[in-house]
């Protein structure tokens, strides 16, 4: 009960100081913290499918950056986020930011400098900030494998250097009877520690037995890539006799049992450390958005001028955590308002996350009520429901999930129900899901689709993700992706990408879009208005078909380190609409970026109708990173790209600067310059100057302010030359909890 009073003390008290909020889709998902054995892994997570591109800077340092790419979503959020780490001891407190100024990537901001390495998670959804435990933290032991009869885990032994007067082969025989000990207990961590200093001793007695028993702790400890090493080393040294025979048999079954996925079918109960801790922690933040357009035409009577932006965005972010040795609980909610000034402007409120949930890493299972996000296992999004997750093996996890999708601003209610299996990892480097979901909306079944995801990461920095949706409703694929990263030395990365997929996904709600429908009065806005108007299940199914694209998208893209200082990147995309013109895909994909943006500036608007007409896109990008650029530890990004389509060109370049020029101070700036040519012979010249400041003003409070100009040059042989400026500021605050 302490944790639920905790948690509703903070909830009144920012409840008391909501204003009314702001809309658009979240990319930012969680931060967690795991403990490894030498590391501390901070986990960064994102509700749709992320590509990671490259990052920097490639030493020790306080500020990261981190280049990403967004293959499931129609154009990059610029909605600004915010999460904070959670409350830990082996890692710095950090600030998560996205997007960081006029590029696509994430900020991670450290209290201190630190050493890191980046990768990307297995899942396909996110990062991993691989960060050295400090000196003074014990590291923790491996999870064990399954085993018959799990023992409970060892308490790192010191183990003494030889004593006065006793010999080598004394000590080493020792050590090895007392490791025989603690094997005949199910100590093995504890074995496999005394075994490692008998072999550490010059050669005797002792050492072949040592070698022998060390493959068997480990084995039977279920570290069996380790255990078949050590027996390999066993046979390089000692290849002959009747104990050579035993430990060959010995790799045999360590064979069969990486073979058949695991060592047994009885589930190892894990390491319980005594814990007992309550936490709650999250942040609170609110910033005043302005911006003003001047228009100015020809004709001076043509002239306007008007505000375009006046609101105030406020998000609340809340994790209370109760831990009791196997027992983990959160009750997580984050809310985003928007009190917006415009006349006719409409107040919007939106709970991203209301959840409960309770775990237990002893039996393996997780409970989650309420609303969560649904990024894997067939989920098309954040949704009001339940999920159960039950490790069936340590390899085999069942989650079965049902609801109802969160939507806003539609006339019906979809709900689903499905099954997914987590699969690995297998060989070490392997893992997957395989996924089964059926949706309905009005009595209609909206969605029927099976697929999986296939994963591949290795730590020598070689990962592969793919993903596949086959609806059997419609007979259709969905979507089949692939994406890849390569790092073929400590300077060099490749990556790849191939995307193929329906736009929008196949869904019988999207017939609601048709021209067939929208021509009827009244309109019907639902399945159900549909089916009332008149149409069958299998018109409304063939339209729902009509109304999507097929879109395919090509990348390959390489990152070099090419001085301590400077990196250099870059990537070539090849983007294509195999099929039709589709007022739904459009007005879907036209929704989603407005619903991720306040304001769409007329270039991006235009870019995106041109993306649908049909035909070949190539764009060409080069990315260079440096650091101690202008100023002391500052940062500079420069970033030129050449996109050609069917109906228009664009050109840019974008410069953004990262300094701090005194403690608790930091400033960002940018220069944005775009030509924009749109068939027939429409140019537009754009230039964009941003500049942000912010102060941390206390250890957990900081103030952010922002200001930028956007003029832009419309050459027009029809309505002749217009002018745009846009000016836009904002000013906010952010508490951390």
């Given amino acids: 009960m302490n944790i639920i009073r905790k948690f509703y003390h903070c909830l009144i008290m920012f409840c008391l100081l909501l204003p009314s ?24 997570d994102f509700f749709t499918q992320v590509r990671y591109l490259r990052h920097s800077p490639n030493k020790a340092s306080s500020y990261i950056q981190v280049f990403l790419e967004f293959p499931q979503l129609s154009a990059a959020p610029t909605q600004r986020e915010t999460l904070n780490s959670p409350p830990s001891d082996i890692v710095p407190s950090f600030t998560v930011n996205y997007p960081d100024l006029k590029t696509s990537s994430l900020a991670i901001r450290f209290k201190t400098p630190v050493k890191f390495r980046i990768t990307p998670d297995n899942s396909g959804r996110g ?7 400090p000196k003074d933290v014990k590291p923790v032991e491996p999870e064990a494998a399954p085993i018959p009869a799990p023992a409970p885990a060892a308490i790192p032994i010191e183990i003494p250097g030889i004593p006065a007067g006793m010999s080598t082969d004394d000590y080493a025989g020792k050590l090895v009877a007392e490791s025989r000990v603690a094997s005949g207990l199910g100590d093995y961590a504890k074995a496999i520690e005394l075994l490692n200093a008998a072999l550490n001793v010059p050669p005797n007695s002792h050492s072949q037995d040592a070698q022998e028993l060390i493959g068997l ?23 002959e006799g009747d104990s050579a025979k035993r430990v060959r048999q010995h790799i045999a079954n360590v064979d069969a049992a990486t073979k058949a996925g695991a060592t047994s079918t009885v589930k190892a109960k894990k390491p319980i450390r005594e814990i007992d801790e309550t936490t709650v922690y999250g942040s609170w933040d609110q910033y005043y958005y302005d911006a003003h357009s001047h228009d100015y035409n020809p004709s001076p009577t043509a002239n306007t001028h008007r505000q375009d932006q006046s609101m105030l965005m406020s998000s609340l972010n809340l994790t209370a955590r109760s831990r009791k040795n196997q027992y983990d609980s959160k009750v997580v909610f984050r809310n985003r308002q928007t009190m917006n000034f415009l006349p006719g402007g409409a107040d919007r409120d939106r709970t991203d996350a209301a959840y409960v949930e309770v775990a237990n890493s002893d039996t393996d299972y997780l409970v989650r009520v309420g609303r969560q996000s649904g990024n894997s296992g067939g989920v098309l999004g954040r949704f009001d429901g339940g999920l159960f997750r039950y490790g069936l093996s340590p390899k ?41 979901i059926n949706q309905e909306v009005d009595n209609v079944t909206d969605r029927r689709a099976v697929g999986g995801e296939v994963r591949y990461f290795s730590n020598s ?32 990365n490749y990556n790849m990408l191939f995307d193929h997929r329906k736009s929008p996904i196949l869904q019988m709600v999207n017939s609601i879009s048709s021209p067939v429908l929208t021509a009827l009065t009244p309109q019907p806005t639902s399945i159900r208005q549909a089916l009332q108007s008149g149409q069958t299940v299998e018109t409304l199914r063939n339209l729902a078909i009509s109304q999507t694209l097929d879109t395919d998208l090509y990348l390959l893209g390489a990152t070099r380190q090419v001085t301590p200082k400077w990196q250099l990147g870059g990537d070539v995309q090849l983007s294509r609409i195999t099929s039709g013109d589709s007022a739904a895909a459009l007005a879907a994909a036209k929704k989603a ?12 608007l235009q870019s995106l109708t041109n993306s649908f007409a049909g035909g070949n896109t190539w764009t060409y990008h080069v990315q260079v990173v440096g650091l101690d650029t202008i100023f002391k530890d500052d940062t500079s990004v420069l970033s030129a790209s050449y996109t050609s389509g069917p109906t228009s060109s664009v050109d840019s370049f974008i410069y953004s600067n990262v300094m701090v020029p005194r403690d608790k101070w930091r400033l960002d700036s940018s220069f944005k310059v775009m030509q924009v040519n749109t068939n027939p012979s429409i140019v537009q010249y754009v230039l964009s100057p941003t500049i942000r400041a912010s102060y941390k003003l206390r250890e957990k409070a900081t103030l952010e302010a922002e200001i930028g100009l956007e003029v832009s040059n419309t050459l027009d042989p029809i309505n002749g030359h217009t002018r745009t400026f846009r000016d836009f500021t904002f000013i906010g605050y952010r508490i951390d909890i």
């Fill in 21 to 44: 909020m702001a809309y658009a889709e979240q990319i930012l998902d969680k931060v967690e913290i795991i403990q490894n054995k030498t590391e501390a892994d901070i986990h960064i």
């Fill in 127 to 133: 990062i991993i900030i691989h960060v050295p435990l």
């Fill in 217 to 239: 702790a480990r084995e039977k400890n279920g570290e069996l890539a380790k255990a078949k090493a050590e027996y390999e080393l066993y046979l390089k040294l000692y290849p």
């Fill in 396 to 436: 085999l996890r069942v989650n079965l999930v049902a609801g109802s999708l969160d939507e806003y601003r539609v006339d019906y209610k979809r709900h689903f129900y499905g099954i997914n299996f987590d699969i690995g990892p297998i060989a070490e480097n392997w893992s997957g899901n395989a996924f089964f």
């Fill in 461 to 492: 920095g070689r990962s592969v993700y793919s993903y596949l949706d086959y609806d059997t409703m419609f007979s259709r694929l969905n979507t089949f992706m692939v994406q890849g990263n390569m790092q073929a030395d400590e300077a060099t």
């Fill in 593 to 604: 970026l407005l619903d991720n943006n306040p304001f769409i500036d007329p270039v991006t």
